[in-house]
């Protein structure tokens, strides 16, 4: 993906999670790791997708996977600190789309980061990517 400044359209979010940063996921400097903040992007799309009722894998054995992730920090997160990931879907494609996912401090409401998660639906038994099915489309659809 390209290195581009993430600006997102307010009211494409239509999912809000809570997660604090554990001790855990923090590195030298005490600051959250990137690696951490990656793997707290993947439980917040995880959680959102759940919310939508849409499961890793359905019956057609049709997945969505991520083939693309654009993450921009624009301050540094400690500790125990609670934040907000508020999650939503830019306008689909035949076979997929982008996430996006904005994360700021719980109670000072300054953006931490921003994230763009290209994903795309893929035919598990194919082994190949396949067009979106109508239920995924229309839960995932921001409007």
Not at 26 to 53: M, N, V, W
């Amino acid at each position: 993906m390209s290195n581009q400044e993430l600006d997102f359209d307010d009211s494409l979010f239509v999912f809000e999670t809570v997660m604090r940063v554990r001790h855990t996921e923090i590195d030298r400097s005490q600051h959250i790791s990137f690696e951490a903040l990656t793997a707290l992007l993947c439980e917040a799309r995880h959680r959102f997708l759940h919310a939508k009722g849409i499961q890793d894998i359905n019956a057609d054995h049709r997945g969505l996977i991520i083939d693309g992730i654009q993450l921009t920090t624009n301050s540094r997160v400690r500790a125990r600190e609670e934040l907000l990931f508020e999650v939503g879907v830019e306008p689909l494609y035949d076979n997929g789309g982008h996430m996006i996912i904005k994360i700021s401090r719980m109670y000072g409401g300054e953006v931490v980061a921003k994230a763009r998660i290209h994903f795309i639906s893929y035919d598990f038994r194919l082994n190949k990517p396949a067009a979106l099915d109508k239920d995924t489309k229309a839960a995932l659809y921001p409007h």
